[in-house]
């Protein structure tokens, strides 16, 4: 994939680009992208984690059953990972309440989609991971050791499936 205006980076450099999961993940979100120039969906996720699995970098995200991101993300090889600048808030914001399936969220608040045949994400992104799906599993009642966690997050029985990606490309604006 070739991005205009980003510059690749080797993905065995991430340690050098200044990525601070806690800050961009946690507090300031992505947005988790799956499908391609034939059709893709977003959806805005706080939770993830970026590391080494198998000794690769890998980002691990993971998506509740109910979203419609979810059918897209098990259908497809690819993922990406958007991050963005502060300013892109409130349409990070929008894209995380509301679905896909009943409103044009690229309409609705003016990203810009770059796609090829493997993935899409948003040219206004500052850093963009590609991410190939390596691993999928979804969380359970009985693997829980803290129970007051599942009580917390999930009462309605809506389990997270995790998505383990093996980061193969990364572009820095």
Same mark, same amino acid.
């Given at each position: 994939?070739?991005?205009?205006? !980003?510059?690749?980076?080797?993905?065995? @450099? /991430?340690?050098?680009?200044? *990525?601070?999961?806690?800050?961009?993940?946690?507090?300031?979100?992505?947005?988790?992208?799956?499908?391609?120039?034939?059709? *893709?969906?977003?959806?805005?996720?706080?939770?993830?984690?970026?590391?080494?699995?198998?000794?690769?970098? #890998?980002?691990?995200?993971?998506?509740?059953?109910?979203?419609? $991101?979810?059918? !897209?993300? @098990?259908?497809?090889?690819?993922? $990406?990972?958007?991050?963005?600048?502060?300013?892109?808030?409130?349409?990070?914001?929008? #894209?995380?309440?509301?679905?896909?399936? @009943?409103? @044009?969220?690229?309409?609705? $608040?003016?990203?810009?989609?770059?796609?090829?045949?493997?993935?899409?994400? *948003?040219?206004?992104?500052?850093? /963009?991971?590609?991410?190939?799906?390596?691993?999928?599993?979804?969380?359970?009642?009985?693997?829980? /050791?803290?129970?007051?966690?599942?009580?917390?997050?999930?009462?309605?029985?809506?389990?997270?499936?995790?998505?383990?990606?093996? /980061?193969?490309?990364?572009?820095?604006?």
């Amino acid at each position: 994939m070739s991005f205009e205006g !980003f510059k690749k980076i080797d993905p065995a @450099d /991430i340690g050098t680009i200044g *990525f601070d999961p806690f800050t961009k993940i946690g507090k300031e979100w992505f947005l988790l992208t799956a499908g391609n120039k034939d059709g *893709f969906n977003t959806m805005t996720a706080s939770w993830g984690f970026g590391g080494v699995m198998w000794g690769k970098p #890998c980002f691990i995200t993971v998506v509740r059953p109910q979203r419609h $991101t979810k059918t !897209f993300l @098990d259908k497809e090889e690819y993922f $990406t990972v958007s991050i963005f600048e502060q300013e892109y808030k409130k349409a990070l914001s929008y #894209c995380g309440s509301h679905s896909g399936k @009943d409103v @044009d969220k690229v309409k609705e $608040t003016g990203l810009t989609p770059i796609t090829d045949e493997k993935t899409a994400a *948003f040219g206004e992104a500052s850093l /963009i991971f590609v991410c190939r799906k390596a691993y999928v599993q979804s969380l359970n009642s009985e693997s829980f /050791i803290d129970k007051e966690l599942d009580a917390q997050n999930y009462s309605a029985g809506d389990y997270h499936a995790g998505y383990v990606g093996i /980061i193969e490309e990364i572009y820095m604006k």
